[in-house]
């Protein structure tokens, strides 16, 4: 078997779940309850998320040429939820941990649904009927949800039987979870090498632009909805930061195209830029 299939059918599925594994180890039963007792500010995080960012990303493909695989990829990273690293960041900018995390916990779960219906629509939109790849809606939502949902699951269960055990483990998962992340970042971009710079001119300005309307818009919806600054700042994250593994992963092992995965690889690097930027004016910002 070739290196870059044993990565694509093995390391990024398992890496993918164990990273899905270590957000569900932070989880409670308490953190879904959160919703019904903050639901204007959890609807103001979800429709910003859920319809938003796909929106202004398709709204910018459109007056934006972009080879058609580039387009396609950077509509699969705006239909993920929000990474792990949105509720590490919310902690550290002193904004409202429990929603960022009911955020990251729900949305993740509504993927199973939202991701492959805009994929879909994507790829059919976008690409050619003869260059269009080969794509099972049944398969692409039983592997979305058996690599995601399931591991968030057994997390919580694990977080709920043997807690203490979790406490312990939970920050070292993080860490693991967070080289993971980065190796994959680093692979999707070293697998297309050749034309990494390219794709970069192409894909860099697109990924940017969206991450900084998102950021503005949701924080822009937040602050017109009232909700505290610690709401606004959460929202913000969880707009910003997005599940790069879950985009790679679908690009590269669902639909087997190695030019989706860049814009994902692109986004995710830009991301932790902006991200940290927004981190110190937060920080600055409050009391």
Not at 77 to 85: D, Q
Request: charged share 10%; glycine share 6%; net charge positive.
């Amino acid at each position: 078997m070739e290196t870059s299939s044993v990565i694509t059918q093995f390391f990024l599925p398992l890496s993918l779940a164990f990273i899905m594994f270590s957000v569900g180890l932070e989880l409670k039963i308490d953190d879904f309850k959160r919703v019904a007792l903050q639901p204007k500010a959890f609807a103001v995080g979800a429709i910003s998320q859920v319809i938003a960012l796909p929106l202004v990303a398709f709204l910018l493909l459109l007056v934006w040429p972009m080879a058609p695989a580039l387009a396609v990829g950077v509509m699969i990273i705006a239909a993920c939820p929000g990474g792990v690293t949105s509720n590490l960041l919310t902690y550290l900018a002193r904004g409202d941990s429990a929603l960022s995390v009911s955020m990251t916990a729900v949305i993740s779960l509504a993927s199973v649904i939202t991701l492959p219906v805009i994929v879909g629509f994507s790829i059919t939109h976008f690409m050619d009927v003869g260059a269009t790849p080969a794509l099972s809606i049944g398969n692409f939502v039983l592997s979305v949800f058996l690599i995601t949902a399931v591991p968030v699951i057994i997390g919580m269960a694990m977080n709920h039987l043997a807690h203490s055990f979790a406490r312990r483990f939970v920050r070292s998962l993080r860490i693991i979870a967070t080289i993971l992340f980065v190796t994959i970042i680093i692979g999707a971009i070293f697998a297309e090498r050749a034309n990494v710079v390219d794709y970069f001119h192409q894909a860099g300005p697109v990924t940017l632009a969206l991450n900084l309307i998102m950021m503005g818009l949701a924080m822009g919806l937040a602050k017109v909805a009232r909700l505290m600054r610690r709401q606004q700042t959460a929202i913000t994250f969880e707009c910003g930061l997005q599940n790069g593994t879950l985009a790679i992963f679908v690009a590269a092992s669902l639909i087997g195209s190695k030019a989706m995965t860049i814009p994902a690889a692109i986004y995710s690097l830009l991301m932790f830029a902006t991200a940290t930027v927004y981190l110190i004016f937060s920080i600055r910002r409050r009391p």
